[in-house]
């Protein structure tokens, strides 16, 4: 069985600045998928990053961006220059192939201040 | 279509009470994913269809909870009697198993109140 562990439960990052939210993962799987999920309050969940396994790159998406280690089963985001509206529950997630369930961490709160 | 639709948005039943919520994926998504969130706990996984098979059960899908997705389009979750500890945010999520890029998109949820 596949687990996703946050052990942040709360961050907080003024405006403007980085906060890099953390993410450990257990598989015996070879290939698989990893995910960053954006919960903001009583709003849908949104994919924020993905990640393909057997990618060596780390993937960007604007000012979000990961930190791949596949050896380590770690898995981090960092979210650069923060804005208000990254004010969210975040969530890592496992898939182990394309359109496949989900395996959840237990969320990060996010909170960005002024 | 502007993306997964979750019907209600809130329910409060009473204890003992048989609840269906509704969900309308992405219509041209042949997978649909049921999940439940209790409060400070990331969506744990009940069931998925592709098209209008039910592929897999969670463990967590008790006998008092069926899922179907007639005509593979829309789904309904059915909870039967009802307990306190059915209270949570029931999750709807759509795929395409052919999108390379294994992307999910969820509903707003529908949030159960059992009193």
């Known amino acids: 069985a596949q687990t996703v562990t946050q052990s942040q439960p709360e961050m907080s990052v003024q405006e403007a600045e980085t906060v890099t939210l953390s993410c450990t993962y257990d598989t015996s799987e070879s290939n698989y998928y990893l995910f960053w999920y954006k919960q903001p309050p009583s709003r849908q969940m949104i994919l924020v990053i993905r990640?393909?396994?057997?990618?060596?790159q780390n993937a960007t998406e604007n000012r979000f961006s990961v930190n791949f280690q596949k050896a380590a089963k770690s898995f981090s985001l960092k979210i650069s220059d923060s804005q208000l509206g990254d004010t969210a529950m975040y969530f890592c997630a496992f898939s182990t192939g394309t359109a496949s369930k989900l395996t959840f961490g237990t969320g990060t709160r996010l909170q960005v201040t002024l | 279509d502007t993306g997964v639709s979750q019907n209600p948005r809130h329910k409060i039943t009473k204890r003992g009470q048989n609840v269906t919520f509704r969900c309308d994926p992405i219509s041209e998504h042949n997978r649909l994913y049921w999940y439940r969130q209790t409060l400070g706990q990331g969506p744990e996984f009940l069931t998925y269809f592709q098209n209008e098979a039910q592929l897999e059960k969670s463990r967590l899908l008790s006998d008092r909870f069926s899922a179907e997705r007639p005509k593979g389009s829309f789904s309904t979750l059915e909870i039967q009697r009802t307990e306190q500890g059915d209270s949570a945010m029931y999750l709807c999520?759509?795929?395409?198993?052919?999108?390379?890029?294994?992307?999910?998109?969820f509903g707003q949820g529908t949030r159960l109140t059992v009193v």
């Open positions: 999520a759509s795929s395409y198993n052919r999108d390379r890029r294994a992307e999910a998109f």
């Open positions: 990640q393909e396994a057997y990618k060596q």
